[in-house]
């Protein structure tokens, strides 16, 4: 699933060594990042973000961090938190709240049915596949 | 056909669970009660019309029950008709083999975008627009984000903060059966999202099983204003929904095929306080009278718990309504609420609406189920006829094609209401299937109504014309069924059985005045049906009388 435009989350956690924080770069922010408004749930209006807790982000993120790991990776989290953090600055008075960072026009497909040329490379790709069904562990909590 | 089951169930609410025959009633008494005393905004007063039953065994909760409100809100899901998924051209047919109708978009697989389908937002916006909403021009798809086996992707896109529809009503009329009387619901908003596929268990419990063909299936999420107080109107308001996605064409509705999903809130507080008690969400409602069922059930736990003084024991949670025991059970209760880390789904872009397709989808708009039965009304049909003429889009239309052709609104309701409705249900046709057209019907409307045929035979004809189609004259014509109304020709005839039946003559003058009956079928045999029934008599009466 690839993704566009990534914008300011508490608990976004990106993949290591992709995203180092280069304050010496003067990288021009694209004009569309300049109008945001934070419509998720976690974050409270304004500016300030709930403290940071590695620990939890990974357990969202179902993904299994050392003890080492987590002393590892708050600061640097931190540190692109805080890289984000500069667009507080920009002043947002006389901007009009948008609902999205996109400015592209509709993109719509017509309701109109179309088979898989390769279904069998797709099954084929299953883990675990039993027919007709995907076999998956019993878990029994949605989160 | 689920409404027509929902009718019947409409008709004789108390056949299937006499035991819980005392408790309907008592919870009836206690909602028509509750209804006339709490005026809210929206509702209007019902008429008890229910009597206070002498064996009562649950007069204790009831009388509880007067201090108590129930607050009641509904969460429905509508899954759309649309002929492929909401993200993908994947065809979505209920009940196809496990994992034939998928792509890499609807499973999931890296590198995969979703592309909206047009007629999603097209079933929106009638939706929106059918329950009176303010439609917002722009709107948005979010990620909502949670970990389960059916939902490939790891989130769900849905609509979060900015709904294509909010703010909306609807409009109902409760059965005659359960009060009558007018309700007004409000709607808090309708949004666009995606169903997620379908989880099955082992039977060992080791392992479980997934079929992807319902992800990604477009739904509409309709949520409530909790204005409804009891498990009726609750009820009501679910089938109401399911006429309005029926008569717009965008669902078909089925409880049971789970294209037609709801979950209830239910909450008490006694009467009068201002702060809602706690909310209890209800799962697993498979039929209209399970949302009855459940939410009564519910209020009658939590109201019994509050007048234990152990109101604390209600939580927020979620339970099941168990069809077999009739009760709703606590599934798994929650740690803490779920935080789904919402944000903008950034492969999407924005929904824009414009005045001119909004104005000219409402223009397509068909008559809606609640306009229906304004104008029954304005006709002078009564609220039964009304209720059972609006619940089918077809049966509405046939019957508004009678009346068009001249035939009388009250003649043409009682046919399609009783014979033809007994037809359907004999031979489990719809009303698009059965061989009679509306303007057979009105044709024999109105050759009863001229005289030309007598009731009686009517009902014959009409039997032949279901069954095989045909015209009512070339009917009449074929099987020479025409009236008799020559005094004369009756006279004959009634002489004739007379003379032939000398004993029940003279039983007759003796005071056996009953025989008449006897003597009319007779001559009305001798007839083939066909002596005009009222001439019949006032003829055989006049013969019967004059001799002695």
């Known amino acids: 699933m690839g993704s566009r435009a990534l914008l300011l989350v508490s608990s976004s956690l990106l993949p290591k060594n992709q995203f180092l924080p280069n304050f010496n770069s003067h990288r021009k922010i694209p004009q569309v990042l300049h109008r945001r408004r934070s419509f998720s749930a976690a974050t409270t209006a304004g500016s300030s973000l709930e403290p940071l807790d590695v620990p939890r982000l990974a357990e969202t993120a179902r993904i299994s961090l050392t003890p080492q790991e987590v002393e590892e990776f708050a600061p640097k989290i931190g540190q692109v938190m805080e890289w984000f953090g500069q667009l507080q600055a920009v002043d947002l008075e006389s901007v009009e709240p948008s609902i999205r960072a996109d400015t592209e026009g509709d993109n719509f497909r017509a309701d109109v049915p179309e088979t898989v040329e390769n279904r069998n490379a797709i099954i084929a790709a299953i883990p675990n596949y039993e027919e007709p069904y995907i076999k998956v562990p019993k878990v029994l909590n949605k989160e | ?548």
């Not at chain 2, 408790?23 to 229910?50: D, F, G, I, W």
């Not at chain 2, 519910?298 to 009760?327: C, F, M, P, Y």
């Not at chain 2, 003597?519 to 001798?526: E, P, T, W």
């Open chain 2, 1 to 548: 056909m689920a409404s027509t089951i929902f009718r019947s169930f409409q008709t004789h609410p108390f056949v299937f669970h006499p035991t819980t025959l005392l408790r309907r009633k008592n919870v009836l008494l206690y909602c028509t009660m509750r209804s006339e005393q709490t005026q809210t905004a929206t509702q209007e007063k019902v008429k008890p019309q229910v009597k206070v039953s002498n064996l009562n065994p649950n007069k204790k909760l009831e009388n509880i029950s007067k201090d108590y409100e129930a607050v009641i809100g509904i969460e429905t899901h509508v899954q759309l008709s649309t002929q492929t998924k909401a993200f993908c051209s994947c065809p979505y047919n209920y009940g196809s083999q496990p994992n034939t109708s998928i792509c890499p978009i609807c499973m999931g697989l890296p590198g995969a975008l979703p592309i909206l389908n047009v007629k999603v937002i097209e079933s929106a916006v009638k939706v929106g627009l059918a329950l009176n909403c303010k439609l917002a021009m722009n709107s948005k798809f979010d990620r909502k984000q949670y970990f389960y086996a059916d939902l490939p992707k790891g989130y769900q896109i849905s609509q979060f903060d900015v709904p294509i529809a909010t703010g909306g009503y609807i409009d109902l009329d409760i059965p005659v059966e359960f009060g009558g009387g007018h309700r007004k619901f409000g709607i808090t908003r309708v949004h666009m999202e995606e169903d997620a596929g379908k989880l099955m268990h082992s039977d060992d419990g080791s392992y479980s099983q997934v079929d992807l063909n319902r992800a990604g299936v477009p739904l509409l999420e309709i949520v409530s204003e909790p204005d409804m107080r009891n498990g009726i109107e609750a009820a009501e308001y679910a089938a109401e929904i399911q006429r309005v996605v029926r008569y717009l064409g965008v669902s078909n509705g089925n409880m049971q095929e789970g294209s037609l999903r709801c979950d209830v809130n239910v909450s008490v507080r006694p009467i009068g306080q201002l702060q809602f008690g706690t909310k209890v969400e209800i799962k697993n409602l498979n039929a209209f009278s399970a949302v009855s069922r459940a939410i009564d059930y519910e209020i009658s736990r939590q109201v019994l718990l509050h007048s234990q003084g152990q109101d604390k024991e209600i939580v927020q949670e979620t339970r099941l309504w168990e069809e077999g025991a009739q009760k709703t059970v606590t599934m798994r209760k929650k740690e803490g609420l779920s935080d789904y880390r919402y944000f903008p789904e950034p492969d999407l872009p924005e929904v824009f609406l414009t005045q001119d397709y909004v104005d000219g989808i409402h223009n397509s708009l068909p008559e809606l189920p609640e306009m229906k039965r304004r104008r029954y009304e304005k006709m002078g049909l009564s609220m039964q006829d009304i209720l059972f003429l609006a619940n089918d889009m077809n049966v509405a239309e046939f019957f508004d094609t009678t009346i068009k052709k001249g035939a009388d609104a009250k003649l043409a309701a009682n046919w399609i209401m009783s014979d033809i409705a007994a037809y359907m249900k004999n031979e489990e046709l719809s009303i698009t299937e059965v061989k009679l057209s509306p303007q057979e019907l009105a044709e024999l409307i109105a050759s009863i109504k001229d005289g030309t045929i007598s009731g009686k035979i009517g009902k014959q004809i009409l039997f032949e014309l279901l069954a095989k189609g045909g015209t009512v004259k070339g009917l009449i014509e074929e099987k020479d069924l025409v009236q008799i109304v020559d005094p004369a020709e009756i006279e004959k005839m009634v002489e004739k059985v007379l003379s032939e039946n000398p004993k029940q003559l003279d039983q007759y003058r003796g005071g056996k005045t009953k025989l008449q009956g006897y003597f009319a079928g007779q001559i009305m045999k001798l007839s083939k049906g066909k002596a005009n029934p009222g001439l019949l008599n006032k003829i055989l009466l006049e013969k019967l009388n004059a001799k002695s």
